[in-house]
Each structure stands twice: as C-alpha cells, then as structure tokens.
C-alpha cells in the first residue's frame, strides 16, 4: 500500500509549514501570512487550535502530492484532527477540484481514503465579536472571480486564499 505520509507541521510567527512523504519522496510546503501573528493568536484561543487550523491548511496544501496515487493518507501525530467532516470536505474538494486530471488520467473514480481512525470534532471555536473578514478561497478561474464579485456586491469584507497545483 502507498501511503502519503504526514511528517510535519510547523507554525511561525506569520506562517504555517508542513512536510509530507511518499515511499523515497519528500515534500514541504510554506504558507506566509503577511501582517498575522500567529503566536498572538495562538495565546488568545490555544495552541490545540491553532495546531488544528495548521493541520487543515497543510492538508489541502499537500493535496497535490496526492496526485502521485497515493492508497491511503496518514496524518501521523496529527491524526487527532483528523474528524468524519474533514475527511468528508476533503475528499469532497479533491474529486471536485482534482477532476480534470482524474479524467486525464482514466481515473474517474480515484480519491484517496485516509489511513487513520477519525476523532469527535471538538468544540466550535469562539468567533470574537465585531465585524468578521471572510476568507474567499481562489484558484483563479471563473468561479473564483465570481465569487469575489458576489462578496463584494454584498459588501462583505474578504481576504483570499489564492491556490494553484503544479499541474
């Protein structure tokens, strides 16, 4: 079984690293956040938190390595972030986002499964009050540019999480 290895995930002051490994490869990934501190972040609402949120972004950041065929995912010392909702978004936007080269690659129905036993979800984190900024995720196609246009027509504040795969 080829397995997609989950071996690291780091916070900085104002980024978030992960490294994964498949059989002989390795892959890391670095994610900036110009004008966050994390840390301060991380005093306010717990290191599990943001633990948990840097697990979620090294797992859609590492997806491409996925499209090295992987069997099976395992988070490692991370699986305890591992809940039935995100394995269900995550191989929810992989077939999505990954169905073009699904296709390309006569592998219609290929999504990998994870390899660890999945956790309760922990409590939802306290959102504080006031306005918030929505995070609009981006691959820089069509729906992407609509749905910017759709926040800022209501008048919602937004920050983007630009994406893009090697291929």
């Known amino acids: 079984m080829r397995m997609l290895r989950f071996t690291e995930v780091h916070r900085g002051a104002d980024h978030l690293g992960a490294a ?3 059989e002989d490869l ?11 501190d994390l840390h301060s972040l991380a005093r306010t609402h717990g290191d599990d938190l943001l633990e948990r949120l840097a697990v979620h972004v090294a797992l859609f950041q590492l ?3 996925a499209s090295l065929r ?24 992989f077939a999505r986002v990954w169905a073009q080269w699904r296709y390309e690659h006569g592998l ?52 983007t999480l630009g994406y893009a795969h090697s291929i």
């Open 20 to 22: 994964c490994e498949i």
């Open 26 to 36: 390795r892959f890391h990934v670095t994610v900036w956040y110009e004008g966050l």
């Open 63 to 65: 997806n491409a390595v």
């Open 70 to 93: 992987p069997d099976a995912i395992s988070l490692g010392p991370y699986a305890r972030h591992l809940t039935p909702e995100l394995v269900a978004l995550w191989q929810t936007v």
């Open 108 to 159: 219609p129905a290929y999504v990998p499964v994870f390899a660890d036993a999945t956790c309760p979800a922990p409590p939802p984190a306290r959102v504080p009050d006031g306005p918030i900024e929505l995070l609009a995720f981006s691959g820089g196609g069509k729906d992407s540019l609509v749905a910017a246009k759709l926040l800022e027509r209501a008048d919602l504040p937004f920050a």
